[in-house]
């Protein structure tokens, strides 16, 4: 298997609107591949205008926010390609599509990487974050995966959480799990 990157990747509409979505970026020889499910605004982001701006950032509040439907992160324009340099970044990559691989359900846009650039020393890892990113996507799969699941892995990751997170971790994560409760809240009971 590849390895994946998930990062925050900047797009713009065809009015030039940036949008900002978390995704997993899939690494291939000399750029990224990105693959959104079908529907997504980024996929139709990508049809008309084929640039993006993958940002590598470790502020897991961008990726908690975006998921509860806070968007409004700043950005500034990117150099090389139209699109969007998040605020506070550690490093981001300006990506032009070559090709797509089209699919049903999520087709495959092959970028090359037109230009990257560092702005702050990565500071090592933090488990609080990884368990941010993965209750991130597990909040993404609420009406995919057994609830059973979502509240067992819920339960390990709160472990990294209280023993490592700063205040940006312990906001994030407060955000993903009430949106996971709420959507319980409002779900019928299973089996
Ligand atoms: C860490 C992380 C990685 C994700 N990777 C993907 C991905 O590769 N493809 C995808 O379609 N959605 C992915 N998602 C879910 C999207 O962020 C979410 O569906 C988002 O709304 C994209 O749709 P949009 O372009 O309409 O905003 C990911 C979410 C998280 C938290």
Redesign the pocket.
């Known amino acids: 298997m590849p390895m994946i990157r ?1 990062c925050i990747v900047t797009t713009l509409n065809e009015e030039g609107k940036v ?1 900002i ?4 970026l899939i690494a291939e020889e000399g750029g990224w591949i990105i ?3 079908r ?5 139709d982001n990508l049809g008309v205008t084929p640039y993006a701006v993958a940002n590598f950032t470790d502020d897991v509040l961008v ?1 908690a926010g ?2 509860v439907g806070r968007k409004d992160w700043p950005t500034r324009p990117s150099t090389h390609v139209p699109g969007a340099v998040l605020e506070g970044t550690l490093a981001h990559a300006e990506l032009a599509v070559g090709h797509v691989e089209e699919d049903e359900q ?1 087709p495959r846009f092959h970028c090359r990487v037109v230009h990257e650039a560092s702005h702050a020393p990565f500071k090592g890892f933090n488990r609080a974050q990884n368990a941010v ?1 993965e209750a ?2 597990l ?2 799969r609420v009406h995919m995966l057994p609830r059973e699941k979502i509240e067992r892995e819920l339960g390990y990751l709160q472990i990294a959480v209280e023993k490592t997170a700063g205040p940006r971790e312990h906001e994030a994560w407060r955000l993903l799990v009430e949106k996971i409760e709420d959507h319980y809240k409002h779900a019928p009971p299973s089996g």
């Open positions: 998930e949008h979505a978390p995704l997993g693959a959104p499910f529907p997504s605004a980024t996929l990726f975006c998921l999520r990113i991130a996507i909040a993404s």
